[in-house]
């Protein structure tokens, strides 16, 4: 059980163009779920955290227009990166938080790898 | 420096134990975790042990931590090649948000 998928695994885009990633969860209904992303041999680096049916909380330093979060039903979010630039390549990652006490477990996606040309 | 810092590498023989060590600042987590990520994938979740714990084993796995230190260590007994991947501790913050270390790159030699 607790299974996260992402859609694509990977990407390739032109520079100026908007990418949409999503992010699932398959098998529990997620209350909260967060963005990531890492940077070849790096950590995690949080993006924003986002709680179904309200607006995302972004970390400091993350542009909110830039990367658009949608957190629709409590399986599904979203992350659109627009006008996207080469600097954006980068390796996504979502989680998924079932809710409730006790360990604050996430469970990750496989990522998406984003690449812009 | 980093609110969570690991060492950046370590190598062992097949069958040896590892012993991947982790500290941290901010002491007011609730949890702590171990994390692995294999090339190319997402974050597997290891094991986690409860802030007012010293020790947790589970099968090969055993997490020390020490709260006066600021120290949270994951042995790996008998360790194989499958096990070669990248580890990561984590802390939980507020509102849930998990505080990642730098990580640390296991690599087993057969």
């Known amino acids: 059980g607790a299974v996260v998928s992402q859609h694509p695994s990977w990407v390739i885009c032109k520079s100026g163009t908007s990418v949409k990633i999503e992010c699932r969860s398959l098998?529990?209904?997620?209350?909260?779920m967060f963005w990531y992303r890492q940077f070849p041999k790096q950590s995690l680096m949080l993006m924003a955290t986002s709680n179904e049916g309200s607006k995302a909380t972004y970390e400091q330093g993350v542009e909110k227009d830039k990367f658009l979060i949608n957190h629709a039903s409590l399986t599904l979010s979203t992350l659109t990166v627009t006008s996207a630039h080469p600097e954006d390549s980068s390796f996504y990652i979502c989680?998924?938080?079932?809710?409730?006490?006790?360990?604050?477990?996430?469970?990750f996606g496989p990522g998406t790898r984003l690449t812009v040309t | 420096g980093e609110d969570v810092e690991q060492s950046l590498f370590l190598s062992v023989r097949e069958g040896d134990s590892s012993v991947i060590n982790c500290t941290y600042t901010d002491s007011s987590s609730t949890y702590l975790y171990w994390y692995k990520q294999e090339p190319g994938a997402g974050l597997q979740l290891l094991t986690y042990i409860f802030s007012n714990m010293d020790m947790k084993q589970d099968q090969r796995l055993t997490v020390l931590l020490n709260k006066k230190d600021k120290h949270l260590s994951l042995r790996i007994a008998d360790t194989q090649t499958g096990d070669s991947a990248i580890y990561f501790c984590a802390r939980g913050g507020a509102t849930n948000k998990l505080i990642f270390g730098t990580g640390t790159l296991l690599a087993v030699q057969p």
């Open positions: 098998d529990f209904q997620a209350t909260t």
């Open positions: 989680s998924a938080r079932e809710g409730g006490g006790g360990a604050d477990e996430q469970y």
